[in-house]
């Protein structure tokens, strides 16, 4: 308990009702929730196993048991469950598949198996935005509880009815599959808890919940977490409503609010001592999100000393502002002010980290960008991983059907429906049914033998893992099928075909290392579905600028911070406007001011260029908000921003001076 202020400690030894920590950013709320768990460990409150930590990501689970593995004794932490609300789902689906008509061995569907299921329920040539939009209206009727008949007759409008009948065949396909998507991991189990033997068992299995970023909790986990702590409510919630940005995937931060109805002898914590950044930042974070109504007021305050001024800078254009943002780092770590690694510049959308991209490439400033695309996303990661998952479960049925026919055996979409029609009828998995011989006599013979020659051949590696390493029985397999060969012949591209025998070099070293990590098979086969991806943390400690996108910077933090595009249209976004949702993107300023340490350089176009056309750009409202006395804004003054001419010249002469 050393070195905890009083508000923190009062957080930790408080068990005796429901207790709510308004954490604002950067008050340590991390080591609260494990100084708490230890504490109760320690004193006897509850066991170890009686107790559970829920998070949002796979990497704040990973760090929050490493600190608590610090902080218990040998043993002492033994049952500990420290998981995303995602695995704690899948834990109760895998106990209880019967409650939920699944059936054991049952299987995660991820996001792309999810679009390629509706894609199929679709009308044939479907556009892509279609498929997405069908795909969102299923999961706002997994979060509100709705089954697929019902969601039929809540449906309001033509779009509606046609997601609601494409989710009631959506359904029946994945129990046909033995599978669950990513929303079931919330839905289904706070469905099967209504059931009170099942809610009972839970309940004496997990008697103390600790749950993190409580205003991201979504309307379904919302009802999960009051299924499991009851009208008693056995549990902290740690949480920030001015930091809720994610409304876009359901979060609502008047969940935070919620908690005060459903539990009248709430106690609630304020963490307002902020230990990341100086005063003038707080004082800047603390008038901008003021602007936004409260349930809870809070001030966050430091003692980390006044700091210098926030720098508010105009440019002419997203060349500009690139130019000035890079020579300005150039500067600063040329003078010794910081590493590459103490640097970020943070955006609203993806696309603005091209011209800054293009600036450090010019000047070899090494950086890395976070929030785009998911590693995950790649098609040879996608097979990797099906490939991986049948090696344990050769019943998992959305992996089967990826890479039954990878690379070509002579298994078509016709052999397949066929397939999935007798598995179906047998209610037996698609692996069950390709060894049935009175189905392969069925089938035309290439179809035939490539269904046995690709069963036989999971068959046999499984049999390696008796003696071998999964990661390497993993490799064996795809040298074993020609894999990287048979990419190489679908690219006209030697150089694509390279980067894909990386990343699956690097998929099974990602595997080796889980492997090493993980106590059994099958918690490693988990960790895999469940994974945001292994890139998450692959730059942890490398000596690179961040850019990043403000959702993706939540949580971090850093000594030198650059927020670019602050415009009207841009941060706030012009979706939020015309949709009235100001209040969200004031929370995403507020998130980027927070991540800035010791300096913030805040900055805006006069015009950018948006759908091939550029177009005149006011500064924020944001800007406005923020307070005189801690900002230097040269231009609201009217004093000249620096030319592109001088600023070339500028970093020419930065260049010569880093001997580029």
Known sequence: MSGLN????????????????????????????????????????????????????????????????????????????????????????????????????????????????????????????????????????????????????????????????????????????????????????????????????????????????????SAAQYRLLRQLTGDVGAMTAVGDDDQSIYGWRGARPENLAGLAEDYPNLKVVKLEQNYRSTAKILQAANAVIRCNPHDFEKQLWSQLGPGDDLQVVEYGDEADEAEGVVRDMLGQWHGGQVRWADCAVLYRSNQQARAIEQQLREHAVPYVVSGGPSWFDAREI????????????????????????????????????????????????????????????????????????????????????????????????LDHIGYIDWLGEQDDEPRRTERRARNLKDLGGWIGRLADDCKTTEELITRVALAAGPDDDRFDGADMVRLMTLHAAKGLEFKRVWLIGCEEGLLPHQRSIDDDQIEEERRLMYVGITRAERALSISYCRSRKRGGERSACEPSRFLEELPEEVIQWPARHGARETSREDAKANLAAMKALLGG
């Open 6 to 217: 009083e508000q923190q400690r009062e957080a930790v030894i408080h068990i005796d009702s429901p207790l709510l920590v308004l954490a604002g950013a950067g008050s340590g709320k991390t080591r609260v929730i494990t100084e708490k768990i230890a504490w109760m460990i320690d004193r006897g409150h509850y066991g170890a196993s009686e107790i559970a930590a829920i998070t949002f990501t796979n990497k704040a689970a990973r760090e929050m048991r490493q600190r608590i593995g610090k902080r218990l004794k040998r043993g002492q932490g033994e049952g500990l469950t420290i998981c995303t609300f995602h695995s704690l789902g899948w834990q109760i689906l895998k106990d209880e598949p019967e409650a939920c008509e699944r059936r054991k061995g049952l299987s995660i569907l991820d996001q792309h198996g999810s679009a390629d299921l509706v894609r199929e329920l679709l009308p044939s040539g479907a556009k892509n935005d279609m498929v997405y939009a069908v795909q969102v209206g299923i999961g706002r009727y997994k979060d509100a509880g709705l089954l697929p008949g019902q969601a039929l007759a809540a449906a309001q409008t033509e779009a509606d009815a046609r997601s609601a009948e494409i989710y009631r065949d959506y359904s029946d396909r994945l129990a046909a599959l033995n599978a669950v998507d990513f929303d079931d991991l919330i839905a289904l189990p706070a469905r099967m808890l209504e059931d009170p033997v099942i809610r009972t068992r839970w309940r004496r299995r997990l008697q103390y919940l600790l749950v993190d970023e409580y205003q991201d909790t």
């Open 382 to 477: 996608r097979d990797g991983l099906s490939f991986l998952r049948l090696l344990v479960n050769p019943e998992d049925n959305p992996a089967f059907m990826r890479v039954v026919n990878t690379p070509r055996r002579g298994v078509g979409s016709g052999a397949l429906a066929r397939l999935a029609t007798y598995a179906d009828a047998c209610r037996k998995s698609l692996f069950e049914a390709a060894v049935d011989d009175l189905f392969q006599n069925e089938l035309p013979l290439p179809a035939a033998r490539g269904l046995r020659g690709f069963t036989n051949m999971l068959i046999d590696f499984n049999h390696r893992l008796n003696d071998q390493p999964l990661g390497e029985v993993f490799t064996e397999l």
